[in-house]
């Protein structure tokens, strides 16, 4: 588990093709990894990995073609910068919030204006997650903690200080650019739990009908 809460931004090392799916090395930059141990989980651009190698300022990590499907490391390339965040530990502040590092889908950079001293960013989001993020709610982009301020179909914006745009990678991301998106924990855990028994039956998620069934709506 982790909070979204960037350490450091690190980069891509070297890509290794390897049966069928890949191994990555990747340079940690400033982030320390003294007190990690192989088999540790490490968050790459809100990507749970897990340690298979560790060095003074590097770890490798295997990629499953699953992941590499559903996440942006699959147009990774050395030299690309990456987020980077170790797992949280009992004494951790939780300064973002609960974070899986299991990514729900990839949005995209559709705006990016000033705004005061930050930057406001527009997302696209996947039609298919679009339900869970709600204004003023958390989600997790490119494994960072953000506020949603607006929500308008499957698009959201949220606004990025100079703190974040200079100890992340969203200084330098674009519009156009795709970004790993997870969502809320709680919204994804809500929708199956609303289904009740029907959960083993059923694939259509939150319904109008299940909503007025569960007495959220006339």
Do not use: W
Request: some cysteine.
């Amino acid at each position: 588990m982790f909070t979204g809460i960037i350490l450091a931004v690190g980069s891509i090392a070297a890509i290794q093709p390897s049966g069928g799916d890949c191994r990555l090395k990747v340079d940690t930059g400033k982030l320390s990894l003294a007190d990690c141990a192989l088999g540790d989980s490490i968050a790459v651009n809100g990507v749970c990995l897990t340690a298979v190698e560790l060095g003074a300022h590097y770890f490798c990590a295997d990629v499953s073609n699953e992941t590499l499907s559903r996440t942006t490391l699959k147009t990774a390339r050395t030299g690309t910068e990456v987020n980077l965040e170790l797992a949280l530990t009992p004494s951790t502040r939780l300064g973002g919030h609960i974070v899986s590092g299991h990514v729900d889908g990839i949005g995209k950079v559709v705006e990016k204006q000033a705004d005061g001293r930050s930057l406001r960013f527009k997302f696209k989001a996947p039609d298919a997650l679009a339900k869970y993020i709600a204004e003023k709610g958390s989600i997790c982009i490119n494994g960072i903690s953000l506020t949603v301020n607006t929500v308008e179909g499957a698009y959201f914006s949220v606004n990025i200080v100079p703190h974040t745009l200079r100890e992340t990678t969203l200084g330098t991301t674009g519009v156009g650019f795709e970004v790993n998106l997870e969502v809320d924990l709680l919204a994804r855990y809500m929708e199956r739990l609303m289904q009740g028994d029907a959960a083993a039956r059923s694939q259509a998620g939150v319904t109008e009908a299940l909503l007025q069934n569960s007495g959220f709506i006339k």
